[in-house]
């Protein structure tokens, strides 16, 4: 299944028409902010992917900015940190949606040097920026 690329506007569209949900059954809990996830709290049988917000345009061996936007100050973890697609970790994740509660979840796999940690942060409309 191909899933559709989207920019900041298109992100913020899908995110506004989704009634607002900070937390659901599937036991992820809030996810406000970045988390850990393990495949297998990973509620997978629970989860469609809508979208991705990986540019196609850069899959051709072109290297994707570890540049984060925080123009406020904030910081990766932080719950009240911008949405923003065009950098990381935002330029590696792909959409989801929960279909317990329709809940948008955002997901990408942080690589370290000895690890690999997916990580999972709910979807806030007002934090999309351009």
Same mark, same amino acid.
């Given at each position: 299944? +191909?899933?559709?690329?989207?920019?900041?506007?298109?992100?913020?569209?899908?995110?506004?028409?989704?009634?607002?949900? #900070?937390? /659901?059954? /599937?036991?992820?809990?809030? /996810?406000?902010?970045?988390?850990?996830?393990?495949?297998?709290?990973?509620?997978?049988?629970?989860?469609?992917?809508?979208? #991705?917000?990986?540019?196609?345009? #850069?899959?051709?061996?072109?290297?994707? +900015?570890?540049?984060?936007?925080?123009?406020?100050? +904030?910081?990766?973890?932080?719950?009240?940190?911008?949405?923003?697609?065009?950098?990381?970790?935002?330029? !590696?994740?792909?959409?989801?949606? /929960?279909?317990?509660? !329709?809940?948008?979840?955002?997901?990408? +796999?942080?690589?370290?040097?000895?690890?690999?940690?997916? !990580?999972?942060?709910?979807?806030?409309?007002?934090?999309? #920026?351009?």
């Amino acid at each position: 299944m +191909t899933v559709p690329f989207l920019d900041s506007d298109a992100l913020k569209n899908l995110a506004l028409a989704v009634p607002a949900v #900070t937390s /659901c059954a /599937c036991g992820l809990g809030p /996810c406000q902010g970045w988390e850990s996830v393990s495949d297998s709290r990973w509620p997978k049988a629970l989860m469609t992917q809508v979208a #991705t917000l990986r540019d196609p345009g #850069t899959a051709h061996g072109e290297e994707l +900015t570890f540049e984060e936007f925080h123009p406020q100050g +904030t910081r990766y973890e932080s719950e009240v940190a911008p949405v923003a697609p065009a950098f990381f970790p935002y330029n !590696r994740c792909d959409v989801f949606s /929960c279909q317990q509660c !329709r809940r948008l979840l955002l997901k990408y +796999t942080e690589y370290g040097g000895y690890y690999v940690d997916p !990580r999972v942060r709910a979807l806030a409309a007002q934090l999309i #920026t351009p």
